[in-house]
């Protein structure tokens, strides 16, 4: 019941007085107070809001008002109450969007986002598989496989039974260490040449990870940046630095 009443939209206060009505029977303010622990003034309050959304009414003996519990059916006059507001806020909207869609839409503007541990990093890498696009990633080490063990390889499944190509480029000692996979390909760079983050490139958006102790991830979508990144993996994939 408690978690209904909290998915109908009613508070603490307004769930515990309800509740109690409901198991006890009639009772006036002070009681009602005394016996769930709810400050009087919360408590008029609850009830007031309880009332206008029918939930209880009350009636008046020698001039005290008496609370009490309307029939559960309430409750579904209350989610049909809700449904038939949703029903008119979707049309008044449909409204709204059809004289927006008259103006000329705005230049996309940048768009940067920070992720901060596993479950950030997880969603990003979820974001990847579902962008569909190709990837292209340049790391320091093997941190993603070390952070998120099994994970790692049921994202490569993933990632292959989608038909989505991965170009990675590593440092050269990780060379003969990795596993080959499909869809993958490797090259291995004078260590030298690393950077301490990884950076990996899909669609319109460029991710830069680092991995040392709290995960953290840095996504910037943008069409201009994402295709300089393009180009500079590009040209560093061609390049004399990998032997042909």
């Known amino acids: 019941m408690t978690n209904a009443l909290e998915r109908l939209g009613l508070s603490p206060s307004e769930r515990k007085i ?33 009332l206008t959304k029918g939930l209880i009414s009350y009636i008046v003996r020698n001039k005290v008002k008496w609370y009490q519990a309307r029939s559960p059916d309430s409750l579904l006059s209350l989610v049909k109450k809700a449904e038939e507001d ?10 709204e969007i059809g004289s927006l869609k008259k103006f000329p839409l705005p230049e996309r503007s940048l768009e940067a986002s920070i992720f901060v541990g596993k479950k950030g990093l997880r969603m990003l890498f979820d974001n ?48 003969g260490k990795v596993k080959r996979r499909k869809l993958l390909e490797y090259r291995f760079v004078d260590d030298r040449f690393t950077n301490p983050t990884t950076t990996i490139i899909y669609g319109d958006s460029c991710l830069f990870i680092q991995w040392s102790g709290q995960p953290l991830a840095i996504r910037i979508s943008d069409k201009n940046i994402t295709r300089t990144h393009k180009n500079y993996f590009d040209m560093l994939w061609g390049s004399h630095f990998f032997p042909k």
């Open 18 to 50: 309800y509740i109690h009505l409901f198991k006890h029977g009639p009772s006036y303010a002070n009681s009602i107070s005394g016996q769930t622990g709810i400050n009087r003034t919360n408590v008029y309050e609850a009830m007031a809001r309880l």
């Open 128 to 175: 990847i598989i579902s962008a569909g696009k190709p990837i292209r990633l340049i790391a320091s080490e093997l941190q993603f496989k070390k952070v998120f063990g099994p994970y790692f390889e049921l994202w490569h499944r993933q990632r292959i039974k989608k038909g989505i190509r991965q170009k990675s480029i590593f440092p050269k000692r990780f060379e």
């Open 86 to 95: 949703l029903i008119k806020t979707r049309k008044a909207l449909k409204i």
